[in-house]
């Protein structure tokens, strides 16, 4: 009976061994699994920080082609505890492509990255000035309960100042990066959220290149102006007339309408029907000069049309500069959208920009002095400016629309941007490193 009992406790013993083996064995089997998993992750970050890096290499070089590649090579570069290294070569000697081979590694692992770029025309349309729902060159200070997104989904709402980016609270959301050239004292960077994140765990605040903000002034002598408009003085007034609550400004109508611009012959016909067809305010912007200043309340706009603000006059040779800001707008200013979500209403100054009013704005601002939010409108559009400040109280949004090429071009001359283009890529797991 003691043999048999003996049996049974060692039988029992190494069972319960086996079975502490087996688990032992899963565990480590597990283990060794999630570490493979973590090292490939980690290695994949370190190859698209490589990539990165590699990038914005090329497009600081993208006005000239792309010779002399090996000074993008990188050899064994330390990220975090990983390290990538970076091989460039042009594609068939030609300067204007090349691949970049990026070898990510942690551990015992890598990840190769493989991508081909070409040194070629950006069709976008839209010059990297306006491609940010605000762009300033001062201080950028976000606070309150304040929402930037964008309408095109595809599309990040990006902020970027060429001096300090300051942020305080809590309450406001970036549905892209918030970029600056000078210092940072953003202590919030998890509110600035890239519906489309290149940047994986690194921080969505970055400091980048500074950017040129173009001069909005036009000279009213520019081929590109329609209308000179001196009369007007010191504002040029648009508002709904009494009793009614919305002024309509129909673009077309003013110009080619019963006295109209065009129609009382104010524009010459090879301007108005260059192809025997009214082209202004439809396949070309109209651009309406103003000396002074431009005062709407309550107006819809209708049409491609820039509207300029000057602020200044010359008569008889004495210099005259009209009292006020530039462009005061109030309540509900509402420009057209193209069917691709583009502002169709460029509203321009040389001086400064006051919004008042809790409406709605549809429209890009332009100007050479600061903007500056009183009220909380529901705003459309991009604000380029050197300063840009935000008073008003209460929820707030900017939602960025790109502005439509036909009123960004008329007096400036923005050269495509000519950068790295993707046009292909590839990635994949190297073999276990020894």
């Given at each position: 009976?003691?043999?048999?009992?003996?049996?049974?406790?060692?039988?029992?013993?190494?069972?319960?061994?086996?079975y502490?083996?087996?688990?032992e064995?899963?565990?480590?089997?597990?283990?060794?699994?999630?570490?493979?998993?973590?090292?490939?992750?980690?290695?994949?970050?370190?190859?698209?920080?490589?990539?990165?890096?590699?990038?914005?290499?090329?497009?600081?070089?993208?006005?000239?082609?792309?010779?002399?590649?090996?000074?993008?090579?990188?050899?064994?570069?330390?990220?975090?505890?990983?390290?990538?290294?970076?091989?460039?070569?042009?594609?068939?000697?030609q300067?204007?492509?090349v691949?970049?081979?990026?070898?990510?590694?942690?551990?015992?692992?890598?990840?190769?990255?493989?991508?081909?770029?070409?040194?070629?025309?950006?069709?976008?349309?839209?010059?990297?000035?306006?491609?940010?729902?605000?762009?300033?060159?001062?201080?950028?200070?976000?606070?309150?309960?304040?929402?930037?997104?964008?309408?095109?989904?595809?599309?990040?709402?990006?902020?970027?100042?060429?001096?300090?980016l300051?942020?305080?609270?809590?309450?406001?959301?970036?549905?892209?990066?918030?970029?600056?050239?000078?210092a940072?004292?953003?202590?919030?960077?998890?509110?600035?959220?890239?519906?489309?994140?290149?940047?994986?765990?690194?921080?969505?605040?970055?400091?980048?290149?500074?950017?040129?903000?173009?001069?909005?002034?036009?000279?009213?002598?520019?081929?590109?102006?329609?209308?000179?408009?001196?009369?007007?003085?010191?504002?040029?007034?648009?508002?709904?007339?009494?009793?009614?609550?919305?002024?309509?400004?129909?673009?077309?109508?003013?110009?080619?309408?019963?006295?109209?611009?065009?129609?009382?012959?104010?524009?010459?016909?090879?301007?108005?029907?260059?192809d025997?067809?009214?082209?202004?305010?439809?396949?070309?912007?109209?651009?309406?000069?103003v000396?002074?200043n431009?005062?709407?309340?309550?107006?819809?706009?209708?049409?491609?049309?820039?509207?300029?603000?000057?602020?200044?006059?010359?008569i008889?040779?004495?210099?005259?500069?009209?009292?006020?800001?530039?462009?005061?707008?109030?309540?509900?200013?509402?420009?057209?959208?193209?069917?691709?979500?583009?502002?169709?209403?460029?509203?321009?100054t040389?001086?400064?920009?006051?919004?008042?009013?809790?409406?709605?704005?549809?429209?890009?601002?332009?100007?050479?002095?600061?903007?500056?939010?009183?009220?909380?409108?529901?705003?459309?559009?991009?604000?380029?400016?050197?300063?840009?400040?935000?008073?008003?109280?209460?929820?707030?949004?900017?939602?960025?629309?790109?502005?439509?090429?036909?009123?960004?071009?008329?007096?400036?001359?923005?050269?495509?941007?000519?950068?790295?283009?993707?046009?292909g890529?590839?990635?994949?797991d190297?073999?276990?490193?020894?």
């Open positions: 009976m003691e043999r048999i009992v003996l049996f049974l406790v060692l039988g029992a013993f190494l069972t319960g061994s086996m502490t083996l087996n688990v064995s899963n565990t480590r089997d597990a283990d060794d699994a999630l570490h493979r998993y973590q090292y490939k992750e980690l290695a994949r970050d370190a190859a698209l920080a490589g990539l990165r890096r590699t990038v914005a290499s090329l497009a600081r070089d993208a006005h000239t082609p792309w010779n002399g590649h090996d000074t993008y090579d990188l050899g064994r570069t330390p990220y975090g505890d990983g390290a990538y290294e970076v091989n460039v070569e042009t594609v068939a000697g300067a204007d492509t691949d970049v081979y990026v070898l990510g590694m942690y551990g015992p692992d890598s990840i190769r990255i493989d991508a081909r770029y070409e040194r070629a025309q950006d069709l976008g349309g839209v010059p990297p000035a306006f491609r940010s729902v605000i762009l300033t060159d001062d201080l950028l200070q976000v606070r309150g309960d304040i929402t930037v997104t964008t309408l095109d989904p595809g599309l990040n709402a990006n902020i970027h100042t060429n001096g300090e300051r942020t305080n609270g809590n309450a406001f959301i970036v549905e892209g990066y918030g970029t600056y050239a000078d940072s004292n953003t202590s919030q960077p998890d509110n600035f959220q890239p519906r489309i994140d290149y940047n994986g765990p690194e921080s969505n605040v970055l400091q980048v290149p500074e950017i040129t903000l173009p001069d909005a002034r036009l000279d009213s002598s520019d081929a590109d102006v329609h209308w000179v408009d001196t009369d007007n003085w010191p504002d040029l007034v648009l508002e709904p007339d009494p009793g009614y609550p919305t002024a309509v400004l129909n673009i077309q109508n003013e110009i080619y309408g019963p006295g109209g611009f065009c129609t009382d012959g104010r524009i010459p016909p090879s301007v108005c029907w260059p025997g067809n009214p082209v202004l305010g439809d396949t070309k912007a109209f651009v309406w000069w000396a002074g431009i005062d709407m309340t309550n107006v819809q706009v209708q049409g491609n049309v820039v509207l300029y603000a000057d602020g200044y006059r010359t008889n040779g004495t210099p005259d500069a009209a009292p006020g800001a530039g462009l005061l707008l109030e309540n509900d200013i509402t420009g057209g959208l193209t069917a691709n979500d583009q502002t169709q209403l460029m509203l321009r040389a001086g400064e920009v006051h919004v008042r009013g809790n409406d709605r704005i549809t429209g890009s601002i332009w100007a050479n002095a600061d903007v500056t939010f009183y009220g909380t409108p529901d705003f459309y559009g991009n604000v380029l400016a050197p300063g840009a400040r935000f008073e008003g109280r209460g929820d707030f949004t900017l939602t960025y629309a790109a502005p439509s090429k036909l009123i960004t071009t008329p007096g400036y001359r923005n050269d495509d941007p000519i950068g790295p283009v993707l046009i890529y590839a990635e994949w190297e073999e276990h490193l020894p």
